[in-house]
Protein backbone atom coordinates (compact mmCIF):
# COMPACT_ATOMS: atom_id res chain seq x y z
CA UNK A 1 0.00 0.00 0.00
CA UNK A 2 1.32 3.39 -0.93
CA UNK A 3 2.00 6.09 1.72
CA UNK A 4 -0.44 9.53 2.10
CA UNK A 5 2.36 11.12 0.95
CA UNK A 6 2.72 8.74 -2.54
CA UNK A 7 -1.02 9.13 -3.32
CA UNK A 8 -1.23 12.72 -2.20
CA UNK A 9 1.51 13.82 -4.59
CA UNK A 10 -0.06 11.57 -7.05
CA UNK A 11 -3.08 13.57 -6.84
CA UNK A 12 -1.40 16.81 -7.10
CA UNK A 13 0.06 15.49 -10.34
CA UNK A 14 -3.94 15.23 -11.58
CA UNK A 15 -4.67 18.58 -10.18
CA UNK A 16 -7.30 16.22 -7.64
CA UNK A 17 -5.12 17.23 -4.06
CA UNK A 18 -8.86 18.31 -2.95
CA UNK A 19 -9.61 14.27 -2.05
CA UNK A 20 -7.72 14.39 0.33
CA UNK A 21 -8.94 17.41 2.56
CA UNK A 22 -10.51 15.91 5.17
CA UNK A 23 -8.23 12.92 5.42
CA UNK A 24 -6.55 14.21 8.45
CA UNK A 25 -9.50 14.56 10.29
CA UNK A 26 -10.57 10.98 9.39
CA UNK A 27 -10.14 7.94 12.05
CA UNK A 28 -7.64 5.17 10.86
CA UNK A 29 -10.59 3.38 9.53
CA UNK A 30 -11.56 5.24 6.86
CA UNK A 31 -8.41 7.19 5.89
CA UNK A 32 -6.96 4.03 4.88
CA UNK A 33 -10.70 2.62 3.29
CA UNK A 34 -10.15 6.45 1.62
CA UNK A 35 -6.26 5.74 0.27
CA UNK A 36 -7.18 3.05 -0.51
CA UNK A 37 -9.84 3.82 -3.17
CA UNK A 38 -7.47 6.44 -4.45
CA UNK A 39 -4.11 4.41 -4.82
CA UNK A 40 -5.34 2.69 -7.90
CA UNK A 41 -6.19 5.84 -9.65
CA UNK A 42 -3.60 6.53 -11.91
CA UNK A 43 -2.57 10.14 -11.89
CA UNK A 44 -2.34 11.13 -15.72
CA UNK A 45 -5.47 8.88 -16.53
CA UNK A 46 -7.31 10.62 -13.55
CA UNK A 47 -6.10 14.24 -14.70
CA UNK A 48 -7.08 13.48 -18.39
CA UNK A 49 -10.39 12.36 -17.42
CA UNK A 50 -11.37 14.69 -15.18
CA UNK A 51 -10.59 17.26 -17.84
CA UNK A 52 -12.06 14.96 -20.59
CA UNK A 53 -15.37 15.41 -18.16
CA UNK A 54 -15.24 19.11 -17.78
CA UNK A 55 -14.61 19.83 -21.52
CA UNK A 56 -17.39 17.23 -22.82
CA UNK A 57 -19.94 18.95 -20.53
CA UNK A 58 -18.75 22.73 -21.59
CA UNK A 59 -20.38 22.08 -25.47
CA UNK A 60 -24.11 21.69 -25.76
CA UNK A 61 -25.73 19.30 -24.88
CA UNK A 62 -27.93 17.08 -26.90
CA UNK A 63 -27.45 15.31 -29.77
CA UNK A 64 -24.75 17.13 -32.23
CA UNK A 65 -26.76 19.39 -34.58
CA UNK A 66 -25.22 17.69 -37.86
CA UNK A 67 -26.01 14.27 -36.95
CA UNK A 68 -29.70 13.80 -38.83
CA UNK A 69 -27.95 14.93 -42.03
CA UNK A 70 -25.69 11.94 -41.84
CA UNK A 71 -28.05 9.08 -40.54
CA UNK A 72 -29.27 6.55 -43.18
CA UNK A 73 -31.47 3.87 -42.02
CA UNK A 74 -29.60 0.29 -42.06
CA UNK A 75 -29.80 -0.70 -46.10
CA UNK A 76 -32.01 -4.18 -46.31
CA UNK A 77 -29.03 -6.75 -47.44
CA UNK A 78 -27.65 -6.19 -43.81
CA UNK A 79 -30.55 -7.26 -42.17
CA UNK A 80 -32.03 -10.81 -41.34
CA UNK A 81 -35.26 -11.45 -39.72
CA UNK A 82 -36.77 -14.39 -37.69
CA UNK A 83 -40.54 -13.81 -38.25
CA UNK A 84 -41.00 -12.34 -41.66
CA UNK A 85 -38.30 -14.61 -43.58
CA UNK A 86 -38.86 -18.22 -45.00
CA UNK A 87 -39.33 -20.61 -42.78
CA UNK A 88 -36.35 -22.72 -44.69
CA UNK A 89 -33.83 -20.22 -43.87
CA UNK A 90 -35.21 -19.50 -40.18
CA UNK A 91 -34.80 -23.76 -39.62
CA UNK A 92 -31.03 -23.47 -41.55
CA UNK A 93 -30.01 -20.87 -39.33
CA UNK A 94 -31.32 -22.64 -35.86
CA UNK A 95 -29.18 -25.58 -36.91
CA UNK A 96 -26.07 -24.16 -37.48
CA UNK A 97 -26.59 -22.44 -33.89
CA UNK A 98 -27.55 -25.46 -32.33
CA UNK A 99 -24.43 -26.69 -34.05
CA UNK A 100 -22.19 -24.57 -32.87
CA UNK A 101 -23.26 -24.80 -29.35
CA UNK A 102 -22.82 -28.70 -29.23
CA UNK A 103 -19.43 -27.91 -30.41
CA UNK A 104 -18.86 -25.83 -27.31
CA UNK A 105 -17.96 -22.82 -29.25
CA UNK A 106 -20.95 -20.36 -27.97
CA UNK A 107 -20.84 -18.38 -24.59
CA UNK A 108 -23.21 -15.81 -23.17
CA UNK A 109 -22.09 -12.76 -21.78
CA UNK A 110 -24.58 -11.05 -19.17
CA UNK A 111 -23.66 -7.15 -18.61
CA UNK A 112 -25.05 -7.29 -14.89
CA UNK A 113 -22.35 -3.46 -13.64
CA UNK A 114 -25.69 -1.68 -13.67
CA UNK A 115 -27.28 0.33 -10.95
CA UNK A 116 -30.98 -0.07 -11.62
CA UNK A 117 -31.39 3.97 -10.30
CA UNK A 118 -34.78 4.08 -12.20
CA UNK A 119 -36.11 0.48 -10.90
CA UNK A 120 -35.49 1.99 -7.43
CA UNK A 121 -33.52 -1.32 -6.07
CA UNK A 122 -30.30 -1.23 -3.99
CA UNK A 123 -29.89 -4.76 -5.36
CA UNK A 124 -28.72 -6.04 -8.55
CA UNK A 125 -31.48 -6.11 -11.16
CA UNK A 126 -31.11 -9.69 -11.84
CA UNK A 127 -32.13 -10.75 -8.56
CA UNK A 128 -35.23 -9.04 -8.60
CA UNK A 129 -38.46 -11.39 -9.41
CA UNK A 130 -41.50 -9.54 -10.93
CA UNK A 131 -43.83 -11.48 -9.38
CA UNK A 132 -44.19 -15.02 -11.55
CA UNK A 133 -46.42 -17.67 -10.15
CA UNK A 134 -43.10 -19.46 -9.79
CA UNK A 135 -41.56 -16.48 -8.04
CA UNK A 136 -38.51 -16.82 -10.76
CA UNK A 137 -35.53 -14.20 -10.55
CA UNK A 138 -34.54 -12.77 -13.44
CA UNK A 139 -31.51 -14.41 -12.44
CA UNK A 140 -33.14 -17.99 -12.62
CA UNK A 141 -34.88 -17.90 -15.50
CA UNK A 142 -31.48 -17.31 -17.25
CA UNK A 143 -30.03 -19.27 -16.00
CA UNK A 144 -32.36 -21.95 -16.77
CA UNK A 145 -32.56 -20.63 -20.29
CA UNK A 146 -29.15 -21.41 -20.63
CA UNK A 147 -29.52 -25.00 -19.04
CA UNK A 148 -32.39 -25.87 -21.74
CA UNK A 149 -30.53 -24.44 -24.46
CA UNK A 150 -27.53 -26.99 -23.93
CA UNK A 151 -30.01 -29.89 -23.74
CA UNK A 152 -30.80 -29.14 -26.96
CA UNK A 153 -28.15 -28.72 -28.55
CA UNK A 154 -27.25 -31.54 -27.31
CA UNK A 155 -30.04 -34.14 -28.07
CA UNK A 156 -29.76 -32.61 -31.37
CA UNK A 157 -26.66 -33.22 -31.92
CA UNK A 158 -25.87 -36.25 -29.56
CA UNK A 159 -23.68 -34.79 -27.73
CA UNK A 160 -23.08 -33.29 -24.29
CA UNK A 161 -21.89 -29.15 -24.27
CA UNK A 162 -21.74 -26.35 -22.35
CA UNK A 163 -22.62 -22.81 -22.86
CA UNK A 164 -20.32 -20.57 -20.45
CA UNK A 165 -22.01 -17.90 -18.60
CA UNK A 166 -19.82 -14.51 -18.01
CA UNK A 167 -21.03 -11.88 -16.14
CA UNK A 168 -19.77 -8.57 -15.64
CA UNK A 169 -20.60 -6.80 -12.53
CA UNK A 170 -19.29 -3.89 -11.04
CA UNK A 171 -17.98 -2.78 -7.55
CA UNK A 172 -21.76 -2.58 -6.73
CA UNK A 173 -23.31 -5.47 -8.35
CA UNK A 174 -20.51 -8.28 -7.48
CA UNK A 175 -20.80 -9.22 -3.89
CA UNK A 176 -24.63 -9.11 -3.67
CA UNK A 177 -24.13 -11.24 -7.33
CA UNK A 178 -22.24 -13.82 -6.25
CA UNK A 179 -23.71 -14.37 -2.63
CA UNK A 180 -26.95 -14.82 -4.72
CA UNK A 181 -25.56 -17.76 -6.51
CA UNK A 182 -23.65 -18.93 -3.74
CA UNK A 183 -26.98 -19.27 -1.87
CA UNK A 184 -28.99 -20.41 -5.05
CA UNK A 185 -26.50 -23.42 -5.88
CA UNK A 186 -25.55 -21.33 -8.85
CA UNK A 187 -29.33 -22.78 -10.46
CA UNK A 188 -27.68 -25.93 -10.87
CA UNK A 189 -25.47 -25.01 -13.41
CA UNK A 190 -21.53 -26.16 -12.56
CA UNK A 191 -19.94 -23.24 -11.30
CA UNK A 192 -16.78 -23.35 -13.16
CA UNK A 193 -18.72 -22.42 -15.76
CA UNK A 194 -20.12 -19.53 -14.60
CA UNK A 195 -17.26 -16.38 -14.48
CA UNK A 196 -18.16 -13.57 -12.89
CA UNK A 197 -15.47 -10.17 -13.18
CA UNK A 198 -15.80 -6.98 -12.24
CA UNK A 199 -16.30 -3.37 -14.37
CA UNK A 200 -13.83 -0.28 -13.60
CA UNK A 201 -15.37 2.63 -11.64
CA UNK A 202 -14.82 6.13 -12.76
CA UNK A 203 -15.01 8.84 -10.39
CA UNK A 204 -17.97 11.59 -10.94
CA UNK A 205 -16.59 15.18 -11.77
CA UNK A 206 -17.85 18.87 -10.98
CA UNK A 207 -18.74 20.89 -14.15
CA UNK A 208 -15.05 22.55 -13.64
CA UNK A 209 -13.27 19.49 -13.51
CA UNK A 210 -13.23 18.09 -9.83
CA UNK A 211 -13.42 14.65 -9.13
CA UNK A 212 -16.21 14.97 -6.42
CA UNK A 213 -15.92 13.32 -2.62
CA UNK A 214 -19.38 11.89 -2.03
CA UNK A 215 -17.99 11.48 2.11
CA UNK A 216 -15.59 12.50 3.59
CA UNK A 217 -13.60 9.31 2.97
CA UNK A 218 -15.13 8.13 -0.24
CA UNK A 219 -15.06 9.28 -3.59
CA UNK A 220 -18.40 9.30 -5.95
CA UNK A 221 -17.45 7.06 -8.27
CA UNK A 222 -19.84 5.21 -10.96
CA UNK A 223 -19.50 2.19 -12.95
CA UNK A 224 -17.75 3.31 -16.70
CA UNK A 225 -20.81 2.21 -18.73
CA UNK A 226 -21.77 -1.10 -20.27
CA UNK A 227 -18.91 -0.22 -22.76
CA UNK A 228 -16.55 -0.47 -19.50
CA UNK A 229 -17.08 -3.98 -21.31
CA UNK A 230 -13.76 -4.05 -23.61
CA UNK A 231 -11.21 -2.75 -20.20
CA UNK A 232 -12.69 -5.30 -18.04
CA UNK A 233 -12.50 -8.04 -20.64
CA UNK A 234 -8.59 -7.35 -20.99
CA UNK A 235 -8.29 -6.17 -17.19
CA UNK A 236 -9.38 -10.17 -16.12
CA UNK A 237 -8.09 -12.15 -19.30
CA UNK A 238 -12.07 -13.11 -20.23
CA UNK A 239 -11.09 -13.37 -24.03
CA UNK A 240 -8.15 -16.29 -22.86
CA UNK A 241 -10.87 -17.93 -20.80
CA UNK A 242 -12.65 -18.08 -23.78
CA UNK A 243 -9.77 -19.53 -26.14
CA UNK A 244 -9.21 -22.15 -23.44
CA UNK A 245 -12.38 -23.47 -23.81
CA UNK A 246 -12.67 -23.06 -27.50
CA UNK A 247 -15.54 -20.47 -27.52
CA UNK A 248 -15.73 -18.92 -30.32
CA UNK A 249 -19.20 -16.78 -30.74
CA UNK A 250 -20.10 -14.60 -27.82
CA UNK A 251 -24.18 -13.99 -27.30
CA UNK A 252 -23.75 -10.44 -25.13
CA UNK A 253 -27.16 -9.32 -23.36
CA UNK A 254 -28.39 -6.90 -21.12
CA UNK A 255 -29.82 -8.23 -17.79
CA UNK A 256 -33.04 -6.85 -18.00
CA UNK A 257 -35.47 -8.09 -20.68
CA UNK A 258 -37.33 -10.95 -19.06
CA UNK A 259 -37.69 -12.80 -22.41
CA UNK A 260 -33.82 -12.52 -23.25
CA UNK A 261 -33.47 -15.75 -25.55
CA UNK A 262 -29.83 -16.81 -24.35
CA UNK A 263 -27.21 -17.89 -27.28
CA UNK A 264 -30.28 -18.00 -29.18
CA UNK A 265 -29.36 -20.69 -31.91
CA UNK A 266 -31.69 -18.66 -34.69
CA UNK A 267 -29.65 -15.52 -33.60
CA UNK A 268 -26.32 -17.08 -33.97
CA UNK A 269 -27.00 -19.13 -36.49
CA UNK A 270 -27.77 -16.45 -38.28
CA UNK A 271 -24.25 -14.13 -37.55
CA UNK A 272 -22.44 -17.32 -38.42
CA UNK A 273 -23.40 -18.15 -41.54
CA UNK A 274 -23.73 -14.50 -42.96
CA UNK A 275 -19.72 -14.71 -41.86
CA UNK A 276 -20.21 -11.35 -39.45
CA UNK A 277 -18.11 -10.29 -36.93
CA UNK A 278 -20.50 -8.53 -35.07
CA UNK A 279 -24.35 -8.63 -34.92
CA UNK A 280 -27.12 -6.97 -32.86
CA UNK A 281 -30.84 -7.93 -32.53
CA UNK A 282 -33.42 -5.60 -33.11
CA UNK A 283 -37.23 -4.58 -32.95
CA UNK A 284 -39.48 -2.32 -34.49
CA UNK A 285 -39.73 0.43 -32.50
CA UNK A 286 -42.90 0.99 -30.58
CA UNK A 287 -43.24 4.68 -30.65
CA UNK A 288 -40.96 7.38 -32.12
CA UNK A 289 -39.75 8.43 -27.82
CA UNK A 290 -38.71 4.99 -27.41
CA UNK A 291 -35.93 4.78 -25.33
CA UNK A 292 -34.32 2.26 -27.30
CA UNK A 293 -31.06 2.98 -29.35
CA UNK A 294 -31.33 2.85 -33.16
CA UNK A 295 -29.23 0.61 -35.04
CA UNK A 296 -28.82 2.68 -38.53
CA UNK A 297 -25.73 4.38 -40.29
CA UNK A 298 -24.02 7.38 -39.84
CA UNK A 299 -21.62 8.41 -42.94
CA UNK A 300 -22.31 5.14 -44.19
CA UNK A 301 -20.71 3.04 -41.25
CA UNK A 302 -23.50 0.68 -39.14
CA UNK A 303 -23.95 2.28 -35.62
CA UNK A 304 -26.21 2.37 -32.75
CA UNK A 305 -27.55 5.86 -32.11
CA UNK A 306 -28.56 5.79 -28.33
CA UNK A 307 -32.07 7.42 -27.95
CA UNK A 308 -30.39 9.97 -25.86
CA UNK A 309 -28.35 11.43 -28.48
CA UNK A 310 -31.07 11.36 -31.14
CA UNK A 311 -33.37 14.60 -31.40
CA UNK A 312 -36.93 14.28 -31.54
CA UNK A 313 -37.43 15.44 -34.69
CA UNK A 314 -34.97 13.00 -36.26
CA UNK A 315 -36.89 10.17 -34.20
CA UNK A 316 -40.15 11.01 -35.69
CA UNK A 317 -39.02 10.84 -39.17
CA UNK A 318 -41.39 8.83 -41.41
CA UNK A 319 -40.48 6.61 -44.22
CA UNK A 320 -42.57 6.45 -47.34
CA UNK A 321 -44.63 2.96 -46.12
CA UNK A 322 -45.58 5.40 -42.92
CA UNK A 323 -43.03 3.50 -40.47
CA UNK A 324 -40.82 5.07 -38.82
CA UNK A 325 -37.99 6.12 -40.85
CA UNK A 326 -35.32 5.00 -37.67
CA UNK A 327 -37.51 1.67 -37.02
CA UNK A 328 -34.89 -0.86 -36.05
CA UNK A 329 -34.78 -0.80 -32.23
CA UNK A 330 -31.15 -2.19 -30.69
CA UNK A 331 -32.08 -4.45 -27.43
CA UNK A 332 -29.10 -4.70 -26.53
CA UNK A 333 -28.13 -8.16 -27.44
CA UNK A 334 -25.10 -8.36 -29.25
CA UNK A 335 -23.13 -11.12 -31.05
CA UNK A 336 -19.37 -10.85 -31.23
CA UNK A 337 -17.01 -13.29 -32.75
CA UNK A 338 -14.02 -13.87 -30.27
CA UNK A 339 -11.61 -12.77 -32.99
CA UNK A 340 -13.53 -9.43 -32.97
CA UNK A 341 -13.29 -8.78 -29.32
CA UNK A 342 -9.63 -9.65 -29.41
CA UNK A 343 -9.22 -6.50 -31.83
CA UNK A 344 -11.31 -4.81 -30.11
CA UNK A 345 -9.65 -5.05 -26.83
CA UNK A 346 -5.93 -4.84 -28.32
CA UNK A 347 -7.09 -1.91 -31.07
CA UNK A 348 -9.81 -0.11 -30.69
CA UNK A 349 -10.55 0.23 -27.12
CA UNK A 350 -8.58 3.59 -26.56
CA UNK A 351 -10.59 4.79 -30.01
CA UNK A 352 -13.67 4.89 -28.16
CA UNK A 353 -15.71 8.40 -26.74
CA UNK A 354 -17.13 8.30 -23.70
CA UNK A 355 -20.50 9.73 -23.59
CA UNK A 356 -21.51 12.73 -20.87
CA UNK A 357 -24.24 12.23 -18.80
CA UNK A 358 -25.19 15.21 -16.43
CA UNK A 359 -26.23 13.79 -12.75
CA UNK A 360 -27.45 14.71 -9.54
CA UNK A 361 -24.39 13.64 -7.74
CA UNK A 362 -24.42 13.90 -3.86
CA UNK A 363 -21.18 14.89 -2.01
CA UNK A 364 -20.00 17.43 0.75
CA UNK A 365 -19.87 20.49 0.96
CA UNK A 366 -16.40 22.55 2.42
CA UNK A 367 -17.34 21.97 5.54
CA UNK A 368 -17.98 18.59 5.38
CA UNK A 369 -21.79 18.73 5.62
CA UNK A 370 -23.46 15.61 3.32
CA UNK A 371 -25.42 17.37 0.26
CA UNK A 372 -28.09 15.78 -1.57
CA UNK A 373 -27.84 18.52 -4.59
CA UNK A 374 -31.39 18.93 -5.94
CA UNK A 375 -29.92 19.86 -9.37
CA UNK A 376 -27.63 18.13 -11.74
CA UNK A 377 -23.85 18.97 -10.28
CA UNK A 378 -22.15 16.23 -11.79
CA UNK A 379 -20.50 14.14 -14.82
CA UNK A 380 -20.51 11.05 -15.35
CA UNK A 381 -18.36 9.20 -18.30
CA UNK A 382 -19.64 5.96 -19.84
CA UNK A 383 -18.69 3.90 -22.94
CA UNK A 384 -21.59 1.91 -24.48
CA UNK A 385 -20.95 -1.71 -25.51
CA UNK A 386 -22.33 -1.12 -29.48
CA UNK A 387 -19.56 1.64 -29.50
CA UNK A 388 -17.70 -1.12 -31.22
CA UNK A 389 -19.69 -1.45 -34.34
CA UNK A 390 -18.26 1.02 -36.77
CA UNK A 391 -14.87 -1.26 -36.46
CA UNK A 392 -16.92 -4.12 -37.93
CA UNK A 393 -15.72 -5.33 -41.05
CA UNK A 394 -19.21 -7.62 -41.15
CA UNK A 395 -22.06 -6.34 -39.35
CA UNK A 396 -25.47 -7.77 -39.20
CA UNK A 397 -28.82 -6.79 -37.81
CA UNK A 398 -30.94 -9.64 -37.07
CA UNK A 399 -35.05 -8.47 -36.78
CA UNK A 400 -37.03 -10.29 -33.87
CA UNK A 401 -40.71 -9.93 -32.99
CA UNK A 402 -41.18 -7.90 -29.83
CA UNK A 403 -43.68 -9.87 -28.26
CA UNK A 404 -41.25 -12.99 -28.25
CA UNK A 405 -38.17 -11.34 -27.40
CA UNK A 406 -38.20 -8.01 -25.51
CA UNK A 407 -39.96 -6.70 -22.54
CA UNK A 408 -37.56 -4.57 -20.31
CA UNK A 409 -37.61 -4.17 -16.62
CA UNK A 410 -36.58 -0.38 -16.28
CA UNK A 411 -38.78 1.18 -13.89
CA UNK A 412 -41.11 1.03 -11.13
CA UNK A 413 -44.60 -0.22 -11.49
CA UNK A 414 -45.23 3.66 -10.81
CA UNK A 415 -44.20 4.20 -14.46
CA UNK A 416 -46.42 3.10 -17.82
CA UNK A 417 -44.00 1.17 -19.58
CA UNK A 418 -41.41 -1.26 -19.11
CA UNK A 419 -41.82 -2.32 -15.14
CA UNK A 420 -42.22 -5.31 -13.48
CA UNK A 421 -46.14 -5.73 -14.26
CA UNK A 422 -45.69 -5.40 -18.01
CA UNK A 423 -42.74 -7.58 -17.82
CA UNK A 424 -44.50 -10.07 -15.84
CA UNK A 425 -47.57 -9.64 -18.44
CA UNK A 426 -45.29 -10.11 -21.32
CA UNK A 427 -43.64 -13.55 -20.21
CA UNK A 428 -47.24 -15.12 -19.19
CA UNK A 429 -48.79 -14.01 -22.54
CA UNK A 430 -46.10 -15.52 -23.92
CA UNK A 431 -46.54 -18.91 -22.13
CA UNK A 432 -50.29 -18.72 -22.88
CA UNK A 433 -49.78 -17.93 -26.44
CA UNK A 434 -47.19 -21.15 -26.75
CA UNK A 435 -49.68 -22.96 -24.71
CA UNK A 436 -52.69 -22.50 -26.71
CA UNK A 437 -50.25 -23.37 -29.99
CA UNK A 438 -49.32 -26.54 -28.28
CA UNK A 439 -53.34 -27.92 -28.16
CA UNK A 440 -54.11 -26.77 -24.54
CA UNK A 441 -57.74 -25.27 -23.41
CA UNK A 442 -57.86 -23.74 -19.98
CA UNK A 443 -60.75 -23.35 -16.86
CA UNK A 444 -61.76 -21.29 -14.94
CA UNK A 445 -61.44 -21.58 -10.91
CA UNK A 446 -65.29 -22.95 -11.30
CA UNK A 447 -64.60 -25.46 -14.10
CA UNK A 448 -65.76 -23.15 -17.02
CA UNK A 449 -63.25 -23.39 -19.81
CA UNK A 450 -61.85 -20.09 -20.71
CA UNK A 451 -62.10 -18.29 -23.78
CA UNK A 452 -59.51 -18.39 -26.29
CA UNK A 453 -57.16 -15.39 -26.51
CA UNK A 454 -54.47 -15.98 -28.80
CA UNK A 455 -53.27 -12.18 -29.78
CA UNK A 456 -53.54 -10.38 -26.69
CA UNK A 457 -53.37 -6.18 -26.74
CA UNK A 458 -49.51 -5.14 -25.10
CA UNK A 459 -51.20 -4.24 -21.96
CA UNK A 460 -54.01 -7.19 -21.79
CA UNK A 461 -53.79 -9.92 -19.16
CA UNK A 462 -53.97 -13.50 -20.89
CA UNK A 463 -57.21 -15.53 -20.32
CA UNK A 464 -55.49 -18.09 -18.20
CA UNK A 465 -52.56 -17.66 -15.87
CA UNK A 466 -50.13 -20.24 -17.49
CA UNK A 467 -46.05 -20.25 -16.52
CA UNK A 468 -43.83 -23.07 -18.43
CA UNK A 469 -40.52 -22.94 -17.19
CA UNK A 470 -37.63 -22.72 -19.46
CA UNK A 471 -36.51 -26.60 -18.04
CA UNK A 472 -39.22 -27.62 -20.53
CA UNK A 473 -39.22 -25.34 -23.30
CA UNK A 474 -37.12 -22.44 -24.59
CA UNK A 475 -38.89 -21.13 -26.83
CA UNK A 476 -41.87 -22.53 -26.97
CA UNK A 477 -40.71 -26.15 -28.52
CA UNK A 478 -42.00 -29.91 -27.66
CA UNK A 479 -45.27 -28.79 -25.74
CA UNK A 480 -47.56 -30.94 -27.31
CA UNK A 481 -46.48 -34.25 -25.73
CA UNK A 482 -47.69 -32.52 -22.37
CA UNK A 483 -50.80 -30.35 -23.76
CA UNK A 484 -52.24 -30.91 -26.60
CA UNK A 485 -56.13 -31.62 -25.88
CA UNK A 486 -55.84 -31.75 -22.41
CA UNK A 487 -57.44 -28.99 -19.83
CA UNK A 488 -55.89 -27.17 -17.01
CA UNK A 489 -57.19 -25.33 -14.35
CA UNK A 490 -56.08 -21.45 -14.08
CA UNK A 491 -53.32 -21.10 -12.61
CA UNK A 492 -50.79 -23.48 -14.30
CA UNK A 493 -47.22 -23.97 -13.53
CA UNK A 494 -45.84 -26.19 -16.27
CA UNK A 495 -42.70 -27.03 -14.44
CA UNK A 496 -40.27 -30.12 -14.87
CA UNK A 497 -42.00 -32.26 -12.09
CA UNK A 498 -45.81 -31.28 -13.78
CA UNK A 499 -44.09 -32.22 -17.26
CA UNK A 500 -42.71 -35.44 -16.21
CA UNK A 501 -46.71 -35.95 -14.69
CA UNK A 502 -48.41 -35.05 -17.95
CA UNK A 503 -45.57 -37.44 -19.99
CA UNK A 504 -47.63 -40.41 -21.72
C1 LIG B 1 -25.70 1.72 -23.86
C2 LIG B 1 -26.73 0.69 -24.14
O1 LIG B 1 -26.43 -0.48 -24.25
N1 LIG B 1 -27.98 1.14 -24.32
C3 LIG B 1 -29.06 0.23 -24.56
C4 LIG B 1 -29.73 -0.09 -23.24
O2 LIG B 1 -30.22 1.14 -22.74
P1 LIG B 1 -30.52 1.46 -21.19
O3 LIG B 1 -30.33 2.90 -20.99
O4 LIG B 1 -31.82 0.89 -20.84
O5 LIG B 1 -29.31 0.69 -20.53
P2 LIG B 1 -29.10 0.25 -19.03
O6 LIG B 1 -28.57 1.38 -18.28
O7 LIG B 1 -30.29 -0.45 -18.54
O8 LIG B 1 -27.92 -0.79 -19.25
C5 LIG B 1 -28.01 -1.88 -20.13
C6 LIG B 1 -27.23 -3.03 -19.54
O9 LIG B 1 -25.90 -2.65 -19.31
C7 LIG B 1 -25.54 -2.94 -17.97
N2 LIG B 1 -24.56 -1.94 -17.50
C8 LIG B 1 -24.85 -0.62 -17.52
C9 LIG B 1 -23.93 0.32 -17.09
C10 LIG B 1 -22.69 -0.13 -16.64
O10 LIG B 1 -21.81 0.64 -16.25
N3 LIG B 1 -22.44 -1.47 -16.64
C11 LIG B 1 -23.35 -2.39 -17.06
O11 LIG B 1 -23.08 -3.59 -17.06
C12 LIG B 1 -26.82 -2.93 -17.17
O12 LIG B 1 -26.69 -3.71 -16.01
C13 LIG B 1 -27.79 -3.50 -18.18
O13 LIG B 1 -27.79 -4.90 -18.16
O14 LIG B 1 -30.77 -1.04 -23.43
C14 LIG B 1 -31.79 -0.62 -24.36
C15 LIG B 1 -32.75 -1.80 -24.52
O15 LIG B 1 -33.27 -2.20 -23.32
C16 LIG B 1 -31.17 -0.25 -25.70
O16 LIG B 1 -32.16 0.23 -26.58
C17 LIG B 1 -30.11 0.81 -25.51
O17 LIG B 1 -29.54 1.16 -26.76
Redesign the pocket.
Known amino acids: MASERDIRARLQRAGQEHLLRFCAELAPGPRAALLAQLEPLEPEALGEHCRRAAAARAHPSGPPPELAARLRPLPPERMGTASGGDPQSRRLWEEEGFHQIALNKVAVL???????T?LGVTY??GMYQVGLPSQKTLYQLQAERIRRVEQLAGERCGTRCTVPWYI???EF?LGPTAEFFKEHDFFHLDPNNVVMFE?RMLPAVTFDGRAILERKDKVAM????????YCALADHQILEDMERRGVEFVHV?????ILVRLADPVFIGFCVLRGADCGAKVVEKAYPE????VVCQVDGVPQ?V???EISPETARLRAPGGGLLYNA????NHFFTRDFLQRVTREFEPLLKP?VAVKKVPYVDEEGNPVKPLKPNGIKM?K???DVLPFARNFVAFQVLREEE?S?L?NADSADR?NPSTARRALLAQHYRWALQAGARFLGPHGAQLPEQPSLPSSGEPAAVCEISPLVSYSGEGLEVYLQGREFRSPFILDENQARALQP
Open positions: LLAGGQGRPKMTSTQAPDGNGGLYCVDNEPVGVEYSGNICHEFVFFPKD
